[in-house]
C-alpha cells in the first residue's frame, strides 16, 4: 500500500465521518448541496453516500445498518446516532484555526474583532490549560502596528494601484513607488504588502511599518492568476541573480540567527564560529546586518560587502564622536 | 467488503461496545473482518489499528484482567472521540471561517475545523470575495500534531534535536508545558531531563519523531511562557529604556509605530522618543539599521557601547 494511497483513504473516511453527522442534522439537504459544502463531485459523494448501505453494527440486521436515502435527491441518513456529532478536531486544524484567528486579530479596525476575541477565549481553552487555567497553546501575533494597513487593505478590495512613500534599510533611502497590491501577508510577526512595482517592474514584498504614506490610485490592478502568496513562505524568496556575502558569527549568535536570516549555507568550524553564506541585493544591506551584530561577526567577504561596512560605519559614527 | 466499509463498521462497533472488544469478537462479530486464516485477520487489523490512529481516531487497548495472559480488549471511548461542545456563537464561527480562508499551506485543515465546528450554522464555504490578507502560521510543521497531543496528555517525550550552530542532533528526554508561536515559528517549552530545567525547543529544530514514553507529569504551578523564547532582540522582557533621536527624515516612523510613547521635538525638525529595549546590544543593533539617520541618546552606557563598535568596524 503506497502512503498516497492510504492518504487518500484517510481523506475520505475524515469526509464521510463528517458527512454522516452533518446529514443526520439537516435532514433533507440536496445532494447538491453536500457537494458544494464539501467541496467534492456529486459523483463521489453518490459514492460516498452508496458506502454506507454496507456499514452499521453488528449483527447488520435491518435495525443495526445504517438507513441511508437519496433516490430523491434529497439526503436521510438515520440509524447512525453513534455518528450524529462529528470527531473532535484533529491538531492541525485546531492549531492552524487558533493561529489564523490569532493573526487575524493583529489587524486594525475590524468588524469582526469582538467575535474573534470571543471564538479565541473558547477554542484557547478547549485547546488545553494547566491546573491554574493559563492556555498550553500560546499563540502571540504582536504584527507591527501601522495606520497604513487599512489604506491597503481598501485597495485591495477594490482592485486598485496605491501610490507609497517607501523607506528601504538597504539604501536609506525613503521613495515614492506606485505598487500593484496583490495580498497583505502577515510572517514573523510583521505585516508586509506583497505586490508588482512599477519602479522596477518587479514582483517585491514591502513591510508595511516602513510604509510612510499610502494613497489610492484610479487604476485598475490585475492580479497575475499565477500569484502563489505560499512562495513567501517565511516572508522571503530569492531573486535569481544576486550576489553572495559571507562571514562568520560567534556561537553566541548562531542560537538564533538561522531562524531570522535566510542563510543559504552554513558549517561550523574548529573554534564554534559558524561560517556563514547569504544572498544580497545591495552591500548596504549586509553591511547594516554585519553592523548590527557587533563583534559577534567576523571575516566579513567580499571586499565590496567589506568597504560597505566600514563606511557605514565611518558615516553614523559622526554621531557619536 | 472494501476497506473503507470495514474501518467504518469497526469504529461503529467500538463506539458503541459497551466493553472492550477482543480480537477474537472482534474477527467474529464485525463485518469486514471474518476469515477463518487467523494469520491474515491479524495483519488486517494490526493495519487498521494503526491507520486509525494516525488519523487522530481514538482507538484503545484495554487490559481486560490483571492475569497477563488474557487477551486485550478494545474500544474507542464516546469522550475522546466526539468534538465537545464549544458553545460558539454564529459570529464567532464566521470570525474563525475567515481566519480559516486565509492561512497558508493548512487552508484545508483549517477549513475542515471550521465546518466541525458550525455543522452548517454558518455558511462554512469559502465566500466569493478575494481575502485581501493572507497568513503564514507555519501549521503544517507535521510534528505540531504529536507534540501537541504530549502537551495536552502530559504525556514524557523523546526526540532528536539540533540547535542552531550545531551539527549533529542529541537526544533530549522531555516533559512538554506549552506550545508557542511567537514571531512565525513554533516551540515547544518543557522540563529537559537532560538539565532538569525548563527549557525552549524550536519545533522545526526537531530532527524525525517525536517518541511517546511512559508515565505522566504535572505542569509545575505558576508555569508561564513568559521570557521562555529567545528572538534577535533578546527576549520578551524590556529592561532598558532608551531615548532616542531620529532625524526629520524620519520622524514619521516613530510617530506612526511608537504611537502613545513619551516624545518631545528635537534640533533640526527631529523627533526625540522614549522606547523600551531588551538589552543594550538590541538597542544598538536596532539603531544601527536605520544608518546614520538615527541616534542614541539614552542610556550613555549604549551611546559608548555604540562608539566602539563603529570605531572597530571603521578601520
Same mark, same amino acid.
Given at each position: ?63 443495526? *445498518?445504517?438507513?441511508? %436515502?437519496?433516490?430523491?435527491?434529497? &439526503?436521510? !441518513? #438515520? ?7 462529528? =470527531? /473532535? ?37 478547549? *485547546?488545553?490549560?494547566? %491546573?491554574?487555567?493559563?492556555?498550553? &497553546?500560546? !499563540? #502571540? ?7 497604513? =494597513? /487599512? ?31 496583490w495580498t497583505l501577508y502577515a510572517a514573523?510577526?510583521?505585516?508586509y504588502l506583497i505586490g508588482s ?5 518587479e514582483e517585491r514584498m ?5 510604509? /510612510? ?10 492580479i497575475p492568476a499565477n500569484f502563489d502568496p505560499n512562495a513567501y513562505s517565511g516572508a522571503f524568496r530569492e531573486r535569481s ?21 535566510p ?59 | ?103 497558508l499551506g493548512?487552508e ?26 493572507n497568513a503564514d502560521?507555519a501549521?503544517s ?175
Amino acid at each position: 500500500v503506497t502512503q498516497k494511497s492510504s492518504d487518500r483513504l484517510a481523506r475520505r473516511l475524515q469526509r464521510i465521518l463528517l458527512l454522516i453527522p452533518y446529514a443526520i442534522k439537516h435532514p433533507g439537504v440536496s445532494v447538491d448541496e453536500l457537494s458544494a459544502k464539501f467541496e467534492v463531485p456529486r459523483a463521489a459523494l453518490v459514492e460516498d453516500l452508496n458506502l454506507l448501505f454496507m456499514c452499521g453494527l453488528p449483527g447488520y440486521g435491518p435495525g443495526d *445498518l445504517i438507513d441511508v %436515502d437519496f433516490d430523491s435527491g434529497y &439526503v436521510y !441518513v #438515520r440509524m447512525a446516532d453513534y455518528f450524529a456529532a462529528p =470527531l /473532535k478536531l484533529a491538531p492541525v486544524e485546531a492549531l492552524a484555526l487558533y493561529a489564523g484567528g490569532a493573526a487575524m486579530a493583529s489587524m486594525p479596525e475590524m468588524d469582526e474583532a469582538d467575535a474573534l476575541r470571543r471564538a479565541l477565549t473558547k477554542l484557547g481553552t478547549a *485547546l488545553g490549560t494547566t %491546573d491554574e487555567g493559563a492556555p498550553v &497553546v500560546d !499563540v #502571540r501575533f504582536e504584527a507591527d502596528p501601522s495606520e497604513h =494597513l /487599512k489604506a491597503l487593505q481598501h485597495a485591495l478590495a477594490a482592485y486598485r494601484r496605491v501610490r507609497i512613500e517607501y523607506y528601504s534599510a538597504s539604501s536609506g533611502e525613503l521613495t515614492t513607488r506606485d505598487v500593484d497590491p496583490w495580498t497583505l501577508y502577515a510572517a514573523l510577526g510583521r505585516w508586509y504588502l506583497i505586490g508588482s512595482d512599477h519602479q522596477s517592474g518587479e514582483e517585491r514584498m514591502f513591510r508595511v511599518d516602513r510604509i /510612510k504614506s499610502a494613497e489610492m490610485l484610479g487604476d485598475h490592478v490585475e492580479i497575475p492568476a499565477n500569484f502563489d502568496p505560499n512562495a513567501y513562505s517565511g516572508a522571503f524568496r530569492e531573486r535569481s541573480g544576486q550576489a553572495i556575502a559571507t562571514f562568520e558569527i560567534s556561537p553566541r549568535t548562531t542560537r538564533w540567527f538561522e531562524e531570522y536570516y535566510p542563510v543559504r549555507k552554513a558549517t561550523t568550524g574548529p573554534d564554534g564560529w559558524r561560517s556563514i553564506e547569504i544572498a544580497y541585493g545591495k552591500p548596504q544591506w549586509v553591511a547594516s546586518l554585519v553592523l548590527s551584530l557587533g563583534d559577534e561577526v567576523r571575516a566579513v567577504a567580499p571586499t565590496e560587502v567589506a568597504a560597505a561596512t566600514r563606511t557605514l560605519a565611518a558615516e553614523i559614527l559622526k554621531l557619536y564622536a | 467488503m472494501r476497506r473503507i466499509e470495514r474501518l467504518i463498521n469497526l469504529i461503529a462497533a467500538l463506539l458503541e461496545a459497551e466493553t472492550p472488544m477482543t480480537a477474537e469478537a472482534i474477527r467474529k462479530r464485525i463485518h469486514g473482518y471474518e476469515t477463518d486464516n487467523h494469520e491474515a485477520f491479524r495483519r488486517t487489523f494490526e493495519r487498521d489499528k494503526a491507520d486509525l490512529k494516525t488519523m487522530g481516531i481514538p482507538l484503545e487497548t484495554r487490559q481486560l484482567s490483571t492475569f497477563g495472559d488474557d487477551p486485550p480488549g478494545y474500544i474507542i471511548p464516546k469522550s475522546s472521540y466526539y468534538l465537545p461542545e464549544l458553545d460558539l456563537e454564529p459570529d464567532e464561527l464566521a470570525a474563525l471561517r475567515i481566519a480559516a480562508g486565509a492561512v497558508l499551506g493548512v487552508e484545508e485543515e483549517a477549513g475542515t475545523g471550521v465546518m466541525k465546528l458550525s455543522m452548517g450554522a454558518i455558511d462554512e464555504t469559502s465566500s466569493a470575495a478575494r481575502l485581501a490578507w493572507n497568513a503564514d502560521v507555519a501549521a503544517s510543521q507535521p510534528l505540531l500534531g504529536p507534540l501537541y497531543a504530549a502537551v495536552a496528555e502530559r504525556v514524557p517525550i523523546t526526540f532528536d534535536y539540533q540547535p542552531a550552530g550545531t551539527d549533529e542532533p542529541a537526544t533530549r528526554r522531555v516533559e512538554p508545558y506549552a506550545l508557542v508561536h511567537r514571531k512565525g515559528h513554533w516551540y515547544l517549552v518543557g522540563r529537559d531531563d537532560r538539565s532538569g530545567e525548563t527549557r525552549t525547543f524550536k519545533v522545526a529544530r526537531i530532527a524525525g519523531a517525536v517518541k511517546r514514553n511512559e508515565g505522566s507529569y504535572e505542569i509545575p504551578p505558576g508555569f508561564s511562557t513568559e521570557g521562555h523564547v529567545l528572538t534577535p532582540t533578546g527576549g520578551d522582557n524590556d529592561d532598558v529604556v532608551a531615548r532616542i533621536r531620529f532625524d526629520k527624515t524620519l520622524r514619521w516612523w516613530p510617530e506612526q509605530n511608537l504611537a502613545g510613547a513619551a516624545a518631545t521635538d528635537g534640533p533640526d525638525g527631529s523627533y526625540e522618543v522614549e522606547m523600551p529595549v531588551a538589552s543594550l546590544d538590541a538597542l544598538v543593533a536596532f539603531a544601527v539599521w536605520w544608518g546614520p539617520k538615527v541616534e542614541i541618546l539614552e542610556p550613555p552606557e549604549a551611546r559608548e557601547r555604540m562608539r566602539q563598535r563603529l570605531t572597530d568596524a571603521a578601520r
